[in-house]
Every structure is written in structure tokens, then in C-alpha cells.
């Protein structure tokens, strides 16, 4: 993949699409803290890693409308916040999630009559996480259907995976969304439903959410997002990001 730019990219705030009120993203970081570790028979710092964190910190325009940035970033929640930043919104792309406490909306007013806000979240829990788009940006289904896969590469992983959905509509009755895997992108090893793949059942929106499967679980190459219901939709508008662990992570 060459080098590209920002453009195009969306900020799911929630369950909520804020892309069109966002500025700009300040840092979209994380990692683990940093311990100092160097014994007085050393000539440089030794170093090694402490617990997770994260921090997703961007500039909102003042929107008041029903829905928009200003309603939904004004009230300060004191609970957790599912954030997830989308370097373009192409299916597979990379993606930004973090579970995290709103810290700050900050507004500045200049003299030439700008009004822009600044955000701060931070990690709660687990970090900031990178993954991959298993939604074209957002998707629409208006029935039980089957998404297109993604090819994660490098056969099977033995740490599990990590996923994070946002709804931001829905009408109908139910709907659960979970995610199948494949070793062969169902050329002769049929898709099948990931233990513990699958998200909380649909009834309203709009609505977060993250889960994770074990962290020793095998997961095959190819992965995909379908939609399944029992009582029927109409529609739904949602997205969803996997990160698929290479290596071990505790959490």
C-alpha cells in the first residue's frame, strides 16, 4: 500500500457519526508506560514496559442540532466512551478504538468569530488499539446478509482478537452482528461463526460496543461481519473493526 493522505476519514463517536462536524485529530496514541529500570552498574537507561493506556484527542465544530456533536459531546458522561477513528473508509483500511473517559470539551472563541472545541479522551481499561475495518466505513443492510471478507494474512493467529462495533441505526425487531472465519476465504473451508464473535442483539440504536474472544484462541485469515435476525429489520447502519492479535496481550 503507497503512502496516503487523511482525507476522507470518519470519527464514530458512540455509535454516532461526528465525521462531518470534526476539525482535526490532535493524537491518536498509546502504548505501555514507560519503567525505568537501570541499575548503578549501567552507563545508559534500561527500560521496560508498564500497563496500557491510550488517547484519542480531536477538535469539534459547534453543532447544535439533533444528533451532533455538541448534544453528544457537551454532557461530560462519567461513563466509558467507545471511540473509533477510521483512516479512510475503505473495507480492510486501518482503524483506530479505544474505550475511554471523556476528559475535556474545551471551546475557544477567536476574534475572527471561530468556534471550535477541543476533546480529550483517555484509555479506560485497554488502550488504544489499531485494527481493520471490517465495514466499508459504514454499512447498511435491509436483511440478514453476509459481508465481504477481509484478508488479515500470515495463515492463523494463536492469540485471539479484539472487536469494536458502533450502531448507528436501526429499525426492526433484532439483529445480532458477528463476525465468521475462514483458513481459505471459503474456497474449500467454509466460513464459520468465531467463538465469541459475536456482538450483544440489536433492539435500538444508536449503541457501542467491544468484546474479545480468549486470549489463546486460534484465528483463521480471512474474517468477515454478518448479520443474522430472528424477528426481522428493516435496516441498519453500523460498523465494525477487528484487531487480530500476532502476539500475546494481556489485558
Known sequence: MS?????????????????GDINALGNVGGGPAVLETTGINKAAMERIGGVRD??????????????????????????????????????????????????????????DGDFKFTVDTQ???????????????????????????????TGSTAFGLQAYLHVMEFTGTDVTIKLQESSDNGSGDAFADVTGGGFTQVTAGPTSERIQTARDQTVERYLR???????????????VVVIRNDVEVVF
Request: hydrophobic share 30%; charged share 15%.
Open 3 to 19: 503512502k496516503q493522505s487523511g482525507l476522507g476519514d470518519n470519527l464514530y463517536v458512540a455509535g454516532y457519526d461526528l465525521s
Open 123 to 153: 484509555g479506560s481499561g485497554y488502550g488504544l488499539e489499531w485494527g481493520r475495518l471490517m465495514t466499508a466505513g459504514q454499512r447498511t443492510d435491509t436483511d440478514a446478509a453476509n459481508g465481504t471478507s477481509v484478508d488479515f494474512g
Open 54 to 111: 491510550g488517547r484519542l484527542q480531536f477538535t469539534s465544530y459547534f453543532n447544535p442540532d439533533a444528533d451532533r456533536s455538541h448534544l453528544r459531546l457537551s454532557t461530560l458522561p462519567t461513563a466509558d466512551v467507545i471511540l473509533t477513528y477510521c483512516r479512510g473508509t475503505t473495507l480492510g483500511n486501518p482503524a483506530a478504538c479505544i474505550v475511554a473517559k471523556q476528559t475535556s470539551y474545551d471551546g475557544t472563541r477567536g476574534d
Open 225 to 239: 461481519a454478518v448479520t443474522t435476525t430472528s424477528g426481522g429489520f428493516d435496516s441498519l447502519t453500523f460498523a
